[in-house]
């Protein structure tokens, strides 16, 4: 008979998982180590790209300036093609690290069951790239709610259902707190099937916001992710992403080391006149204080892998930013024109 799963199942962590979880890089050098300077720093941090697919050349073209590893975007792969995949990037000494999966609409009942059988699929195939995790963006509402800003989210702490998201009259934002509460909900309920697989997989699923108008505060967004106290379920944090609700660090604060499975980087610049917020201008243009970031990083123990997710600069120039802010140096490079 097959067994069914409960809650209460996939809400327990197993010390087989944390071990898995908590695997070093074997055979993967730190760019922060090599680098002179970085000796300040004891957290070790891996560089990475994000490519569309598996391309042996690209990884060629990589690892020759100084890149360790790659996320790859295209997650509908075929097991066998991955496993292929994986053989020719760490020939070249490149480690397929992450998977992203993306957007899903767990809260929209036409599509969630799709959404579902594609996040399984997407683990099967990062398990067989060799990665260690998956991005998965679980929801997304089109009512922004208050200004970024503005947001002071009251929730139940066992629930993680919303009372309030501002000061004042919430009255103008009960269609906003009725969507984030079906968003949370949704996202259980699909979980429960998809956790099993990633359990199977030894894949860790991380969980990202972007700007999905969802768990838009640090303490609301850290405690979604305990909310399933699972090792196999983490933050896929961008260090970019959430300047617009509140710094960088305060984010890293609240998520803390064992919360966080992997890190984007890419830069925001703040605009409190623009209707978004802000914009995403080249690494090191923007609002964030990269020397600041790097020693919360280190302030709060984080070791892993950081991959840029923006545009700008050359591969050449984007491994000496990697260098530059591993070791908590400025930037010594420009935007390419």
Known sequence: ??????RRDFMTTTALGAVAATANFNGFSSVARAEEGAAAYKTQLHSAFILSKADKKRFEELAAVGIEGVEISGWNVEV?????ARKDAEEVGIRIHSVMRGWTNFNNADSAKADIESVKKTLAAAAAFGASAILLVPCRIGNPGPKPWDFKIDFDPNTLMVKSVCEGDNAPYAEYIKLQNEATEATYRCMEEILPVAAYEGVTIGIENVWNNLWCTPDFYAAFVRSFSNVWVKAYFDLGNHVK???????LRALGKDDIVKLHIKDFL??????????????????VDWKSVRDCIEEIGYNGWVTQEAGGYTDKSYAQIFKDFFAGKPFSVQPDA
């Open 1 to 6: 008979m097959q067994r069914q799963w409960t």
């Open 245 to 251: 609700y509140a710094k960088t660090e305060d984010w």
């Open 270 to 287: 703040l605009d409190k006149s623009s209707g978004s917020g802000g914009s995403f201008p080249p690494i090191g243009k923007g609002s």
């Open 80 to 84: 066998a093609d991955a496993r292929k």
